[in-house]
Each structure stands twice: as C-alpha cells, then as structure tokens.
C-alpha cells in the first residue's frame, strides 16, 4: 500500500558529490520522521541522517558537514545531497519513512535501497 522508490545513487571518485532521492506513494495519510540508513558490506545497517516533519535533522558524526538532508513536504520526497564523498562513504543507502495510512496504522517503510561507490 506504501512504497518508498530511492534513486540517485552511482559511482563517483572520492571527493564528488551525489544527491539521492527517495519518493514516497501510495496509500498515505501523513509522513513523521523520514531517514536515510546505509549498509556496507559485512556492516549492519547504520542511520545516516533523519529530519522530522517540521524539518528538525540529525546527522551521524562520520557525515556531519558533508551531507545534507532535505524534504519536500508536497512530493512526499526527502532528498539526502552528498559531498565530499570518501570511501568509507560506499555502501547501499536505504530511505525510511514513518507513515500513517488511511487504514490508521503508522508503521516505517522503507525503500529498496541505491548502491553508492565512492572508488577512483
């Protein structure tokens, strides 16, 4: 009933910039906290940056500086642009989303996940 789509994602050399997308649909009442969580390999899932409804945001300590997170209310969209990207940075970036449906459950989703490579 709900589906979170990211795109965005790619290879790019240390020190470029990326901007990842994440577009919310379907059955949706209203959207809490979105996030962006990340995965390398043999890692677990990490949380990289959230903002909440009324546009409060936290970022890890590893990206605070670099990364930016965004939303836009209208197109159920939260936005994450990258820069300064190192190595370390590699990973699959999953969106999360804290939605309401008309069915009057709030539950997180989240999105199939983008690969991004930061290699040179």
């Known amino acids: 009933q709900v589906q979170l789509v990211e795109s965005g994602g790619g290879l790019v050399q240390p020190g470029g910039s990326l901007r990842l997308s994440c577009a919310a649909s379907g059955s949706i009442f209203s959207i809490d906290t979105m996030a962006w969580y990340r995965q390398a390999p043999g890692k677990e899932r990490e949380l990289v940056a959230h903002?909440?409804?009324?546009?409060?945001?936290n970022y890890a300590d590893s990206v605070k500086g670099r990364f930016t997170i965004s939303r836009d209310n209208a197109k159920d969209t939260v936005n994450l642009q990258m820069n300064s990207l190192k190595p370390e940075d590699t990973a699959v970036y999953y969106c999360?989303?804290?939605?309401?449906?008309?069915?009057?459950?709030?539950?997180?989703?989240w999105g199939q996940g983008t690969q991004v490579t930061v290699s040179s």
């Open positions: 999360n989303a804290d939605i309401r449906d008309y069915g009057g459950y709030q539950n997180a989703y």
């Open positions: 903002i909440t409804s009324g546009g409060s945001t």
